[in-house]
Nanobody, 121 residues
Framework: QVQLVESGGGLVQPGGSLRLSCAAS????????MGWYRQAPGKQRELVAE???????SYGDSVKGRFTIVRDNAKNAVYLQMNRLIPDDTAVYFC???????????????WGQGTQVTVSS
């Protein structure tokens, strides 16, 4: 089984910063991409940032220039540095990993349980 565990959420004032962390563990043969998505109340889940092994990193339009995604492939981990936070960034943030559990397994998306980020004064 594969588990993704996130940490680092919390309450922050507008203009502040937070760093989210996520580590994948369990039966993992290879990871092809890791990223972050978020879901605010009453809204659909949306892309925040995603970094594949090859190709370009993608960022949601609303976070470009403020958020940075970093991967540590040796640890199957991904981090999200969030700067200049605004109230519209308030959401539950989910970590996602696209990976194979075994050589013959299909690439499958796995999700973390989510961590709450609240931006408020």
């Amino acid at each position: 089984q594969v588990q993704l565990v996130e940490s680092g959420g919390g309450l922050v004032q507008p203009g502040g910063s937070l760093r989210l962390s996520c580590a994948a563990s369990g039966s993992i043969f290879s990871v092809s991409a890791m990223g972050w998505y978020r879901q605010a109340p009453g809204k659909q889940r949306e892309l925040v940032a995603e970094m594949p092994n090859t190709g370009e990193t993608s960022y949601g339009d609303s976070v470009k220039g403020r958020f940075t995604i970093v991967r540590d492939n040796a640890k199957n981990a991904v981090y999200l540095q969030m700067n200049r936070l605004i109230p519209d960034d308030t959401a539950v943030y989910f970590c996602k990993a696209k990976l194979r559990e075994r050589l013959v397994s299909p690439r499958t998306d796995y999700w973390g349980q989510g961590t709450q980020v609240t931006v408020s004064s």
